[in-house]
């Protein structure tokens, strides 16, 4: 297989000095060309984002400088590497770029080899941390996103929904009587227990901004954004069918006799005026729920609106 290539956006409202950095580096990297501040900003925040943005300083309709503040005052773009490439080649200049967060300053006219040099440091830097973020963010034992990765995903989605006006929903999920399984199995097969209900409920959402992660110990979570109370139960039935299927005996659960899973969930339409610590109200609400699941017998979804007093 081949590996992919990193993404360089290169910003300059003259076409033809993208094109002399385009064709240096197009070898080397997959490029992506925006003329204005504006077209930058929307490229940078697209999925995957860039790994590198080279960004001119003097554009008419906002300055690389006002450009580079913006991209690292937003939590989707402050860890993209920014390198000016600009004709102000006064100390002062550089001093500035580097004072609002960019990497490193080339300027103008450019010597190929420095360019090439710099780009590849920064791209490679810039590789080696996202690596360093994907482990710490990862579940060692199931291999899925853990709850911090979670965490910061939950109030990303909040304030990106709140915008949008658009529902969120969230799913809190158990394996049911775990620790029986443990103690009669022995951990071994309760390992492996975990790996096998992570791997099957990560495989129900089948769009890439949903996300399944290992919230502790037995118990798991599900963030589905833009889907409504409807939607979301119907991936919640999905999943709890998906663990059946697996069909993992469970000889000492007075459930079944195979492993079950509880699920509670919530829903709720952010609005603009709500703050993002309110997201963890919804985190709350769907534990209430999965809470209510398990007292009731297990193996069930149980669902709460957060706007209202329903179930």
């Not at 490679?124 to 910061?152: C, H, M, V």
């Not at 959402?205 to 037995?218: C, I, Q, T």
């Not at 599900?222 to 998906?242: C, F, H, I, K, S």
């Not at 398990?294 to 609106?305: F, H, S, T």
Request: net charge negative; with cysteine.
């Amino acid at each position: 297989m081949t590996e992919q290539r990193a993404t360089l956006l290169i910003v300059d409202d003259q076409p033809a000095n993208i094109h002399a950095l385009a064709k240096l580096l197009k070898d080397d990297y997959r490029i992506i060309t925006a003329t204005s501040a504006a077209k930058a900003l929307e490229l940078a925040q697209r999925t995957p984002a860039p790994d590198l943005i080279l960004l001119d300083i003097l554009m008419p309709d906002q300055d690389g400088y006002a450009t580079c503040r913006a991209l690292k005052a937003d939590e989707a773009t402050h860890a993209i590497p920014v390198i000016f490439v600009t004709a102000l080649d006064q100390a002062q200049d550089e001093a500035k770029g580097l004072q609002l967060g960019a990497a490193d300053y080339i300027s103008k006219p450019f010597n190929p080899a420095i360019v090439r040099a710099r780009v590849h440091n920064q791209v490679s830097l810039k590789l080696k941390t996202d690596l360093l973020e994907q482990i710490a963010l990862q579940d060692g034992l199931t291999g899925i996103p853990n709850r911090r990765y979670f965490d910061r995903k939950l109030v990303q989605e909040w304030n990106r929904q709140s915008r949008q006006q658009q529902p969120l929903s969230l799913l809190m999920i158990d394996i049911d009587h775990f620790k029986a399984y443990n103690d009669h199995y022995g951990h071994g097969a309760g390992d492996d227990c975990l790996r096998r209900v992570a791997q099957a409920l990560q495989q129900v959402p089948n769009r890439s901004a949903d996300l399944v992660a290992r919230y502790g110990g037995e118990e798991f979570v599900a963030l589905l954004p833009e889907t409504d109370a409807d939607g979301a139960q119907e991936v919640a039935e999905a999943m709890r069918a998906a663990i059946h299927a697996l069909a993992l005996a469970h000889a000492y659960s007075p459930v079944s006799d195979h492993i079950t899973i509880s699920l509670g969930g919530s829903t709720h339409q952010p609005q603009r005026q709500r703050p993002a610590t309110d997201a963890e109200a919804l985190k709350h609400s769907a534990d209430q729920a999965l809470y209510q699941a398990k007292a009731e017998g297990r193996d069930q979804i149980v669902w709460r609106d957060l706007d209202s007093t329903s179930t």
